[in-house]
């Protein structure tokens, strides 16, 4: 049920690693963009479809502001404006994408990409095929968990040390 995977309110670091995507946050608390129902209502479907563990962090659901996609403590996919959603992707993946009429969402970092849903150049970019590889790629960057804390990423250990 897609309501088990919404935090309405708090923190976005309640919920994320601001280390680890630093110009995520930092433009989510300049910009702070409204997010149309039906953009975020088409990212949180999507996601329930094509996603395990995940959740939908947003300032107020209920105010419009944008929803954003976290899983292993990164953030994955954002839907922002009346139909904007941006996807965080391997390298090779952002060349397929500008490929399929995506473009870059450099502002957030790297590997960030952005779409319409509805409008813009046909055809449009496949929602589900793009969660779906962002948020593999999510879970693939996430720092690996130590053993005895279940919710603190730990770094690899420096052989030298």
């Given at each position: 049920m897609i309501t088990d995977h919404?935090?309405?309110?708090?923190?976005?670091?309640d919920v994320?690693?601001?280390?680890?995507?630093?110009?995520?946050?930092?433009?989510?608390?300049?910009t702070r963009p409204s997010a149309h129902?039906?953009?975020?209502?088409?990212l949180l479907r999507?996601?329930?479809a094509v996603c395990?563990?995940?959740?939908?962090?947003s300032p107020s659901f209920r105010s419009?502001?944008?929803?954003?996609?976290?899983?292993q403590r990164r953030a994955f996919a954002l839907a922002w404006n009346m139909q904007t959603v941006s996807v965080c992707v391997s390298d090779p993946q952002v060349a397929v994408a500008l490929a399929q009429g995506c473009t870059r969402h450099e502002e957030l970092?790297?590997?960030w990409v952005r779409f319409d849903l509805w409008l813009g150049p046909k055809p449009r970019p496949?929602?589900?095929f793009w969660l779906r590889a962002a948020y593999a790629h999510a879970c693939a960057s996430a720092l690996p968990v130590a053993p005895d804390s279940p919710t603190t990423p730990t770094t690899p250990r420096d052989p030298a040390s």
């Open positions: 919404l935090q309405d309110g708090g923190e976005l670091t994320m690693d601001r280390q680890a995507q630093p110009l995520f946050v930092n433009w989510l608390r300049t129902s039906d953009v975020g209502d088409a999507g996601a329930d395990d563990e995940w959740t939908a962090f419009c502001l944008y929803v954003a996609l976290v899983a970092g790297t590997g496949d929602l589900l």
